[in-house]
Each structure stands twice: as C-alpha cells, then as structure tokens.
C-alpha cells in the first residue's frame, strides 16, 4: 500500500539555506515529508545525481499582453507557461496592463480572460497602472488589492504609458496604506526622447542606436529619482530589470541608508552586451530591450551585487516578439528606426539554465543562492510564500528535478516558446531541467511537456510582508 503519491527519492535537495541528501514525499499536491527511508509511493521517481529544487518563480514576464502599437506578444498563456515549465519555472507572475481610459478591474477581467484554460503551470498577475485617476487610487486599486492583485508595476518612461513624479508618489501612498509591492520601470523619459531625436537627426537609426539613446545615466537619474520618492512617501519599493553598475550604486546607497529598496535584474544584463545590437541590418533588433544590454564592466558590476545581496531576485522580463513577423520587431519593416521597433527579449525558459550555469558553476554564487534569488525571494517579494518558492512541509509540490551536469548548447529549435530567435543562440551551459512539477503532477518529463493546457491555476498573492513600511526607530 503506498503511503505518498509520488516519491523522489536519493536526491539532493537544495533551498535558499540548506543543501542535503534526502527523499521526499508527496502527498494531495503538497510536500508531505522529507526525509531518509521515506515509505513507497505510488511513483518512485529516482534522482540519483540530480538536484532537487523548489521550482521557479518567475516574478516577471510578459504573456499574451496587449500593446497600444499593433505588435503582438508571441506567446500567450498556452505556449508561456509550457515554455516556462520545461524552463525549470512553475509559477509566473504576468503583468495586467491597463490602457489610458481603461478601468484597472476591465484590464484584470480581460487578462483572466486570456488565461483561462490556457495555463499549464500557477499564475498571478501584477497589476501596470498607466492611468491613475481618482477612481482608481481611491476604489479600484485598493479593491485589487484586496482581492489579491498586491503588485503593480509603474513606467517613468514610455509615452502610453510613463507617469511623473506627483503621479508616482499618490500611487506609492496607496502601495504603502494597503500593502502592495510597486514595481518601478526606472528610466528618464525626456532624457530618451532628447537623445533619441539628435540620434534620428544625425541619421543614426539602426537598432544599435538604441543602447546609445538610453545610456547608464538615464538609468541612474530615474532610478536615483524612484528612491527618492520611495522615500517621501515611505515605502519599500522594487526596481525592476537593473541592467548595470551605475544604477545598482544608488540602491545600494539607498540600502546602506536603511531603507527597502528592492532590486531586480534579468539574464540578459548578465551575458548580452550591447553589441548584440550590432549585427548586420536588422539582426540587432533581436535584442533589443530596455533598459539595454550593457558592456562587460556593467555584466561584472551585476555579478557582483548577485553575489553580493544588492539584488533580491532573478527574473526573465519575457517580453516575446518574433523577429521575421510584420506584428513583431519588424512591425514597421526591414529598415524601421530602432525606436519603432518594440521593445523586449524573449528568455521565460531560459533563465534558470542561464543563472546556473553562468552562476552556480562558474563560482560566482552559491547553490543556495540561486534558489533565493530564482524561487524563494520573487515568492516572498509576491506573497505567494510559503506556498510557492519552498521545499517546506505543506508546500505546493513544485519540484525541478535538475541535472547539475548535463551540457547543452542553447539553439532556438530546442525551446517551446512560440517565438522565431532567441538572443541565447549558441550559449553552451552546464546544467538543464530533467523532470518538473507542479502541485505533485509531473508536467514535464525528460525534456516533454506532459501538461494539458488550462491546469494552471490561477493565485491571488498575500500583501508581501517585504512591502511594508520600516519601523520608524526609538
Ligand atoms: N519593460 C519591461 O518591463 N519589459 C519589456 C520592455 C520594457 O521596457
Ligand atoms: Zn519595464
Ligand atoms: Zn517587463
């Protein structure tokens, strides 16, 4: 007679404190033991030589978002989530984007919409406020919240969607009376459209320009300016996609100062340079995103504060659009300026791989901390702990069965996201998910994704307790 559901057994298991040798069992889609000599289950599941994580939280990506420009996401929530899955992620965290005139909650019931019977892993959404009126601030928002909608992410740039500083601070009152975690999309709006317009003057419209119209200090100004607010208005907040040195000083100044600035960075400021936009005629449109890849300086200034605690955690910014596609980077054809082209890189499979590899093998940081900084913390920083992000007792059974030493070259034929490129073609890394997951049902399996769309459910996140004010001291 079995005693657990399944049991994966002689592994090690790894979490943001500890790495041991042990068994666990599942039970009713949860981690029921973990121990030595478990009892049998009705699947044994031998991970001799494996890793046995918590699966990933990916804290940030775009799925099946609606855009104001005609582009279009390549990956909705079927071929997202299967992407994620055979990533190694068991949960995503999209953004519910609302559009200027558009109520908030309409946003929230149209991407549910576009979820439902789609996903094949866990999901929740952050809210994108581009639009913050007095119904929203005073009704619609805090209701979300309540509801369990507890993040929203604010842009400082982009013209359908950048907010000033009065705007930012009346969100930033609400994210800290009601709990919320507001993310900041730190980068100087007017700063961009100046640099922009000399670059378009001069003739300079190739993708490449792109880096050259949204330098380090056009970061750095409005990520200085994020926390100044954060700090009128007294309230953790997260920079998201931190890309370089510049930027990470001043949250590092800030959290030497004692105050919650959270921060975020992404595998492409860690292995993309900006001369992944050269490439010939359009090529460079393939990595395009914002903030833009950096040089080997800023790539060595991330490593630094991912090993050294200035970032809490690691996330794909998975924003996919195919390159040969007249709805994607070649939305306004083959000889568009860089600034037309949309912006974002594909990577929601990729970023484990990536993170282990370039990390945990090369030295850079620890086992335990990549689980911290690709599972346990986006949990924590979400309020989805300690049901997701763990291998606790009582857990959600989102387990990666990882194998530290398979070595794979990265090719876009091998990924399952629905996108034409990846910006990683040709990266060898060491270590690849053998067998995931979700809520103790295998839904990948040697490489496969087994899952049948729509099991996926969706979670409403707890108000973070990252999100909340410091004590002020005695
Ligand atoms: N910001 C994001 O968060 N994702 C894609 C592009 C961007 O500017
Ligand atoms: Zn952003
Ligand atoms: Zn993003």
């Keep these: 007679m079995p ?28 981690i029921a033991a973990i121990g030595t000599g478990l009892g049998p289950g009705a699947r044994e599941i031998d991970a001799t030589g494996k890793l046995v994580l918590p699966g990933g939280v990916d804290g940030h990506c775009h799925l099946d978002q609606p855009t104001s420009d005609g582009s279009q996401s390549a990956d909705d929530f079927e071929t997202g989530t299967r992407s994620a899955a055979c990533g190694g992620t068991t949960t995503v965290i999209p953004f519910a984007c609302q559009f200027k005139g558009q109520s908030l909650r309409d ?24 639009d913050p009126t007095d119904q929203l601030l005073g009704q619609d928002l805090p209701a979300l919240i309540h509801d369990g909608y507890t993040s929203f992410k604010i842009y400082m740039t982009y013209d359908d969607m950048k907010l000033n500083d009065r705007q930012v601070l ?20 007017d700063f961009i459209g100046w640099l922009t317009d000399k670059l378009l003057a001069a ?56 105050m919650r600035i959270y921060a975020e ?25 914002s903030p833009p890849p950096r040089d080997k300086a800023n790539q060595a200034a991330v490593w630094d504060a991912l090993a050294g605690g200035t970032f809490h955690i690691v996330s794909s910014d998975h924003a996919p659009f195919r390159y040969q596609d007249p709805k994607g980077k070649m939305l306004h054809g083959a000889n568009t300026p860089f600034n037309w082209i949309p912006n974002g890189v594909p990577g929601i499979e990729t970023r484990l791989p ?3 590899s370039e990390g945990v093998k090369k030295g850079r940081i620890s086992l335990q901390r990549f689980v911290e900084l690709s599972s346990t913390n986006p949990a924590k920083m979400y309020g989805l702990h300690p049901r997701k992000g763990s291998l606790a007792i009582g857990a959600d059974a989102d387990i990666v069965i990882y194998d530290p030493d398979r070595k794979v070259t990265i090719t876009n034929a091998m990924l399952h996201h629905n996108v034409d490129y990846t910006p990683y073609e040709g990266l060898e890394v060491t270590g690849w998910p053998e067998t995931v997951l979700s809520r103790g049902e295998v839904v990948v399996e040697g490489g496969t994704c087994v899952a049948q769309p729509g099991r996926g459910a969706f979670l409403r996140c707890d108000t973070p307790d990252l999100a909340r004010p410091k004590v002020a001291a005695v």
């Design 354 to 356: 990536i993170l282990f």
């Design 170 to 189: 009346e969100l930033l009152s609400v994210a800290r009376r009601d709990g919320a975690m507001a993310m900041i999309h730190a980068e100087n709006a």
């Design 265 to 289: 960075t992404c595998p492409q400021y860690m292995v993309l340079t900006e001369h992944d936009l050269h490439g010939h005629g359009m090529e460079g449109a393939k990595c395009i995103c």
């Design 203 to 258: 003739g300079h419209t190739a993708p490449r320009y792109h880096a050259d119209s949204r330098p380090m200090l056009v970061e750095r100004e409005a990520t200085h300016r994020a926390i100044a607010m954060a700090e009128l208005a007294d309230v953790p907040i997260l920079i998201v996609h931190v890309s370089g040195r510049e930027a990470i000083e001043q949250i590092h100044w800030a959290q030497g100062r004692g």
């Design 107 to 130: 946003a929230v019931t149209d991407y549910h919409r576009r979820a439902d019977g789609k996903a094949v892993i866990d999901y929740a959404f952050h809210l994108i406020v581009s």
């Design 3 to 30: 005693q657990f559901d399944t049991v994966i057994r002689h592994g090690t298991l790894a979490t943001a404190s500890d790495v041991f040798a042990a068994d666990l069992g599942v039970i009713g889609g949860r």
